[in-house]
């Protein structure tokens, strides 16, 4: 059964670094998302990404965000300038165009900033 | 805009007890409502959905009935087991734009043996 994958599973890295976190979505799929979960909080919606481009963003993802999807199958977060409350899990979705708009998540990549 | 509220917890059962977490929702038009759990240290698993009022989703024993009229979508299981401990969220899809999904704050459920 075909699955939504994310690398790496954990990640640490200072205050001030630069992250990527990547996602493979499900090959067919063309609507993608990233979710941050700060710990023991609820699941919040960053951004989603259609047609090479972001088609909407929560607050959240300010400046220090990007999203691209560089090549047919990978589809990255970056933090430019990580800070010490970026630490929380962030979980890839992606879904088909027509259907049930059914989203598929990924098993999510844990950040630690120190 | 569209949200979800959840019944706080920690919810703590002893093992074979009835389960009832609270779900209600705001929503312009009639979402899709989803009940993820989230077991210690993992990722979120799809545990039942519904798409349409009086549609009942079922999975592992857990079921939640989507309710037009009181815009609720409330989880239940007969008898909990101490492998059911976890967070549960509740979740719509929203019914514009991209089609996001808006999680409720999660009950963590705790089963005693």
């Known amino acids: 059964e075909p699955e939504v994958t994310q690398t790496p599973s954990h990640q640490v890295t200072q205050m001030g670094q630069e992250v990527i976190l990547r996602c493979v979505p499900i090959s067919n799929h063309l609507y993608f998302y990233w979710y941050r979960q700060i710990l023991g909080q609820k699941v919040e919606f960053l951004v989603s990404f259609y047609n090479n481009e972001i088609s909407e963003k929560s607050e959240i993802f300010d400046d220090q965000f990007s999203v691209e999807r560089p090549d047919g199958s990978n589809f990255t977060l970056k933090i430019r300038s990580t800070k010490l409350e970026d630490s929380a899990m962030y979980f890839c979705?992606?879904?088909?165009?027509?259907?049930?708009?059914?989203?598929?998540f990924g098993p999510g990549t844990r950040l630690t900033v120190l | 805009g569209n949200s979800v509220t959840q019944m706080e917890g920690p919810v703590t059962l002893s093992e074979e007890a009835f389960l009832t977490i609270n779900c209600t929702y705001t929503?312009?038009?009639?979402?899709?409502l989803f009940w993820y759990v989230q077991y210690p240290g993992e990722g979120l698993q799809l545990l039942l959905k519904a798409t349409k009022a009086d549609d009942k989703g079922s999975n592992k024993g857990f079921e939640a009935t989507y309710r037009k009229e009181t815009t609720s979508f409330h989880l239940e299981k007969g008898s909990v087991q101490v492998s059911d401990s976890a967070v549960y969220f509740c979740?719509?899809?929203?019914?514009?734009?991209?089609?996001?999904?808006?999680f409720g704050t999660g009950t963590r459920l705790k089963v005693l043996a």
């Open positions: 979705a992606s879904r088909t165009s027509g259907g049930a708009y059914e989203q598929f």
């Open positions: 929503a312009t038009g009639y979402p899709s």
């Open positions: 979740a719509l899809r929203d019914t514009s734009g991209t089609y996001k999904y808006i």
